[in-house]
């Protein structure tokens, strides 16, 4: 599931597949799965993604594979991706977002459920 992180060109807001909280699209994983997130970065900025209630395990970080490594924020960087995988193993609503508090409250989140 790729989610396009980018500043929104009308005003300081920021998208997740050009779509800024609340109108962002609901990420929907396979329940029981292990599924594979790619932060695609197109900004200028990194930013400190978080999921809630899931660890994910880090998979390519600017194009570099690793394995292993398991965190439920990791810091992707200005104009890199940043691949993670996850078994959604927790129903219910969970929240994806910026960690920087001025990115959140500018659109910068998304609600996934399964």
């Known amino acids: ?27 929907r994983p396979k329940a029981g799965m292990r599924n594979r997130l790619v932060f695609d970065n197109r900004s200028d900025m990194s930013h400190p ?10 998979t390519s970080i600017a194009g570099k594979t690793t ?3 398991f965190k439920d924020v990791v810091m992707v960087p200005a104009h890199q991706k940043v691949e993670v995988d996850f078994t959604a193993n927790e129903p219910g609503p969970s929240l994806f977002h910026c960690h920087q508090q001025f990115h959140m409250d ?9």
């Open 106 to 114: 500018f659109g910068f989140m998304a609600l996934m459920q399964y």
């Open 67 to 69: 394995s292993g490594v």
């Open 49 to 58: 993604v978080h999921l809630h209630r899931h660890s994910f395990e880090l």
């Open 1 to 27: 599931m790729p989610l396009v992180i980018e500043p929104r060109s009308d005003g300081n807001l920021w998208a997740i597949n050009g779509k800024s909280y609340p109108n962002t699209d609901l990420i």
